[in-house]
C-alpha cells in the first residue's frame, strides 16, 4: 500500500502562486507515476499533471501548462505542484495519486489517493 498526504492548499487572490506538497509513504518502490488530479463541485475529476517517478518527465492539461509546473524529490518521497497565475477557475479540491502502472490522465488508472486539499481562488 501507498499512502498519500497532500498539503498547501488555502486561499489567494486571482494572479496569485501556490505550491502544494504531496508526501508518499509505505511501497513507494511500487510507485510508477504520480499526477494531479482536481475537482471544482458539481464537476468530475479532471487531470492537472502528472510525473514519471524515475526520469522526471512531466504532462499537463493544456488548461495549466504555462502555468503550473509539476516536479518530484525522490529523496522525500514527495510530489510538489508549484502554481502560479491562478484563475478563479483554478478553484477545486486538488488530489495527488499514484500509479504503479501506466501514466495517464484518466483517474481510474491511478490506485492510490490522497485525501485532497483544497484551492479557492478569488477574482
Known amino acids: 500500500q501507498v499512502q498519500l498526504v497532500e498539503s498547501g492548499g488555502g486561499l489567494v487572490q486571482a494572479g496569485g502562486s501556490l505550491r502544494l506538497s504531496c508526501a508518499a509513504s509505505?511501497?513507494?518502490?511500487?510507485?510508477?507515476?504520480m499526477g494531479w488530479f482536481r475537482q471544482a463541485p458539481g464537476k468530475e475529476r479532471e487531470f492537472v499533471a502528472a510525473i514519471y517517478w524515475n526520469s522526471g518527465s512531466t504532462y499537463y492539461a493544456d488548461s495549466v501548462k504555462g502555468r503550473f509546473t509539476i516536479s518530484r524529490d525522490n529523496a522525500k518521497s514527495t510530489v510538489y505542484l508549484q502554481m502560479n497565475s491562478l484563475k478563479p477557475e483554478d478553484t477545486a479540491v486538488y488530489f495527488c495519486?499514484?500509479?504503479?502502472?501506466?501514466?495517464?490522465?484518466?483517474?481510474?488508472?491511478?490506485?492510490?489517493w490522497g485525501q485532497g486539499t483544497q484551492v479557492t481562488v478569488s477574482s
Open positions: 495519486a499514484a500509479t504503479p502502472s501506466s501514466l495517464t490522465t484518466r483517474p481510474t488508472n491511478y490506485n492510490y
Open positions: 509505505g511501497r513507494t518502490f511500487s510507485i510508477y507515476g
